[in-house]
């Protein structure tokens, strides 16, 4: 069998791997851009053989609506009709909150009994709360032990707005903001998504601040 010309082979080796790198970090910003605001380190390695990787050099990556960001997931990757799932492990370093002293059941969560710690978000225990907002003034329905990891199923929220409610909505970007008032269609807590029905029949959603407004960020 003819060998490959030395030159030849260190060239393709060279083009396996800027193609692996460009994959690698294109998935790597795809992720961090969703991420962002919740982590600011995140590592994607790619467990599909690269043989089985899309052949343009700037593939569309997506997800399902629903998906997680971090773990073992499968995206997508679009090249003009050409659509591929790579098999991807997501890493990613955050903040999130556990108790910072002892907490008896039935308990209201605050300041004196909370703190944030700094750690891999893709080993959490499912709806881990990761800002301080989601857990102040819940109340526990179990005791929780100093440096715990606190989820959303520990405890019982005090809902900020309830369904039917007039609520103000607060839609903003950059230079501008703009306030007007609407239904709330859910019970919600501070941190939490709730949806409304404005005056002309349009539905929007976002997150509840601290005096119950809804915040929409656009």
């Not at 060279?14 to 790597?28: E, K, P, Q, R």
Request: hydrophobic share 40%; aromatic share 4%.
């Amino acid at each position: 069998m003819k060998r490959l010309p030395a030159t030849l082979t260190t060239a393709l080796m060279l083009l396996s791997a800027s193609a692996c790198a460009d994959v690698t970090s294109g998935l790597t910003a795809f992720f961090s851009q969703r991420l962002a605001g919740i982590s600011d380190d995140v590592q994607v390695t790619v467990k599909t053989p690269p043989a089985n990787w899309p052949t343009c050099e700037m593939p569309e990556f997506s997800l399902p609506g629903n998906a997680r960001l971090w773990g073992n997931l499968s995206v997508q990757a679009r090249c003009d009709n050409d659509k591929r799932f790579l098999q991807v492990t997501v890493e990613a370093n955050g903040e999130y909150v556990v108790a910072s002293a002892p907490v008896a059941r039935g308990s209201e969560l605050n300041d004196a009994n909370l703190r944030l710690q700094r750690g891999r978000l893709d080993q959490l225990p499912p709806r881990a709360m990761l800002s301080l907002d989601q857990a102040r003034q819940a109340q526990t329905l179990r005791d929780l032990a100093p440096g715990q990891t606190i989820t959303m199923s520990m405890v019982r929220q005090t809902w900020r707005i309830k369904a039917g409610q007039r609520v103000m909505v607060i839609a903003s970007g950059e230079g501008f903001s703009v306030n007007s008032e609407g239904q709330a269609l859910n019970n919600a807590a501070v941190a939490q998504n709730a949806r409304v029905r404005m005056a002309n029949g349009q539905v929007v959603s976002g997150t509840v601040d601290n005096d119950g407004n809804i915040l929409i960020t656009l």
